[in-house]
């Protein structure tokens, strides 16, 4: 039974009719042993056929690859009850050769081996790609198969598709990025056009790669502005835009601060506001832009969190009042750097409570320029509107200002002024 066993494999290999092969049921005359089953797969290495096989473990992998000829040779070893071997820590009694022919299963080849053929429930061969290239949100060809203009522009990849190798961690984080706020973008309505606020856009890497999402992929209805103070990015990215055919899509320069969202909008379209890496108070002029606009989605990556660390430094260090089970915390520059962020981004979620917001904060993707790498997501709910909770929240705020010594938040004198 095993013997044409083998001979399937063979043949199936010769006629490029083979998918996999799962062997089970793992019998060994050791009592320690950890193995559970063993998966196998051709793939192509260095341009040469080899068949990989993943023995699984109870806790772990193991993956390994062999030559055709050395692959099927160990196949045979695995499906043999004793073996000469000295290192033959046992058999499997189960094996099922998956082709796009056939399915072959043989079974109890300790006791009574019994082998059958059946219908293939796969039709398709496995791809033989040794290195399995992850389904990217944003791809970087079109439809019709030419590298996306925004991509080589902002040095992405080449006039090819192909990510240079020097990017490929922004191309990998702009993708986190969609990937995060496609899952929210998704239960957003959308009998009303979407417009997305991008506050201190910079390059616009993910303005364009969101645009290009919701209106190419998502096809979507969707406007969105970038706003940015320095007048060569604004320029860079206006040309861009227009190069990419992205009619909808505009860099306008200013301040965080000083950009007004236009009322007839705030009415007319669902307001989604994104600011990565603003610094500082510059991330709590873009909640409270957010917030002013009634957007239904607050995105935000915070930066710098100086305004709180002075805060804090000037509570411990000159009002005894304010001491504390955390005071020596204040004695290492680093820990304090580190409360302090985690300080003021929980007093801005306090406050987006406080506001009608659902808030959570997720890890995400650090670009080379900066290792912040907190993502601030808040989410319009009505609920969070009652008198009860937003009082509670509020209080919560307050107990935190109050353990700290903290005068004011600059999100707080914006909201509550």
């Known amino acids: 039974m095993t013997n044409q066993f083998i001979e399937k494999i063979e043949k199936s ?4 009719t083979f998918i996999k092969i799962t062997l089970s049921n793992f019998i060994s005359s050791q009592e320690k042993s950890t193995l559970k089953k063993v998966l196998i797969r051709k793939t192509i290495i260095k341009r040469e056929e080899k068949l990989t096989f993943v023995y699984r473990h109870k806790t772990n992998d193991i993956t390994k690859n062999y030559s055709i000829k050395e692959g099927v040779n160990k196949v045979i070893t695995l499906l043999t009850k004793e073996s000469n071997n000295q290192n033959h820590e046992g058999f499997f009694n189960q094996a099922i050769l998956f082709t796009t022919a056939f399915d072959l299963h043989l079974k109890n080849i300790s006791k009574n081996p019994a082998i059958h053929s059946q219908k293939p429930t796969q039709k398709q061969t496995l791809s033989t790609s040794h290195d399995k290239q992850k389904k990217r949100a944003i791809q970087t060809k079109d439809q019709k198969g ?18 240079y190798a020097n ?11 969609i990937e995060i706020l496609s899952v929210l973008l998704k ?8 417009q997305i606020i991008d506050m201190g856009a910079g390059k616009g890497y993910l303005t ?21 103070f320095r007048k060569d990015l604004v320029e860079l990215c206006t040309t861009i835009a227009e190069k990419s055919d992205f009619g909808s899509l505009s860099f306008v320069e200013g301040t965080i601060e000083n950009y007004k969202i236009k009322e007839e909008d705030i009415e007319q379209k669902t307001q989604i506001l994104i600011a ?32 709180i660390r002075r805060e804090i430094e000037n509570a411990f260090k000159s009002d005894k009042k304010t001491e504390n089970e955390l005071s020596p915390l204040t004695n290492y520059g680093i820990f304090l750097e580190r409360q ?18 659902q808030t959570k904060a997720v890890e995400f993707i650090s670009d080379a320029h900066t290792p912040k790498n907190v993502l601030l997501i808040a989410t319009k709910k009505e609920s ?3 008198e009860n909770r937003k009082t509670e929240k509020l209080k919560e705020f307050e107990a935190l200002k109050s353990f700290f010594g903290i005068k004011t938040h600059f999100l707080e004198s914006l909201l509550l002024k």
Do not use: W
């Open 13 to 16: 290999l010769e006629k490029n």
């Open 187 to 194: 239960q957003l309505p959308t009998e009303k056009e979407l």
């Open 276 to 307: 990565l890496h603003a610094c500082d108070t510059a991330t709590d002029d873009a909640i409270f832009k957010g917030i002013e606009a009634d957007a239904e989605l607050i995105v935000v990556a915070p930066c710098c969190h100086k305004q």
């Open 208 to 228: 364009f790669a969101l645009y290009d999402y919701l209106k190419n992929i998502l096809k979507l209805k969707v406007s969105a502005v970038g706003v940015e």
């Open 167 to 177: 990017a490929q961690d922004k191309y990998k984080q702009i993708n986190q990025y």
């Open 146 to 163: 030419n590298s996306k203009n925004y991509l080589q522009a902002l040095k992405i990849t080449d006039n090819t598709g192909r990510v």
């Open 340 to 357: 302090a962020e985690m300080l003021t981004d929980t007093m801005r979620c306090l406050l987006l409570n406080y506001c009608g917001y």
């Open 384 to 386: 969070f509107l009652e």
